[in-house]
């Protein structure tokens, strides 16, 4: 890359940008952490400039480095406020979280000028809950389990493709397609959420709930 072209790139970016609207974020309005996700969340979903409201950038760390990637959320318990995700148990996610339960999660709702930060605790979920959604999964999803070893080296996207096939010959449509003993799914439990709402002036709102060893959470307000 050219030193004209990075300049182009930066001053793009400094140009970027823009003023955040009037919707603020209160103590009244943000009593509980769980309560208020689930409400965001619902608002996200009705939101059409949002294509997928449960898209959320999943981190964790093996030891050694720090990795993210999005993911979907598939799951939320309104009581525990558990936040369940499925992949691959060969996967860099999953082989990080083996390591080290703790990650982080974060729901960046663009749109809506808000993003949730949460960190929580991970562990695989039973292989019961597992089943039953791979169940549901649409069949050519149920293949590319199969037929994926995520995060491992290929030739080309042809062996891929090679791999799928052989798999769906295996497995036909309409055919009940196993669980793969290598995927599964995860529940995070959260003990910190923070809910960011963007606001004139750059006097952005940030509300932070804490998880006391009680159970009970704990708020306070952060500068922006």
Known sequence: MSEQTSQQINDAIRAMRRSYGEVGLTEEGATEPLALFATWLQEAAANPYIVEANAMVLSTHDGNA????TVLL???DAQSGGCTFFTNYNSRKARAIDKDAEIGLLFPWYAMER???ITARAAKVSRGESEEYFASRPWSSQIGAWASDQSIEISSRATLEERWQDFATKYPEGSAVPLPDHWGGFCAIP????FWQGRYSRLHDRIRFTRERDGNWSRVRLAP
């Open 66 to 69: 720090l990795s993210s990637r």
């Open 191 to 194: 003990h910190s959420f923070e």
């Open 74 to 76: 598939k799951g939320f």
């Open 115 to 117: 993003q949730v930060i």
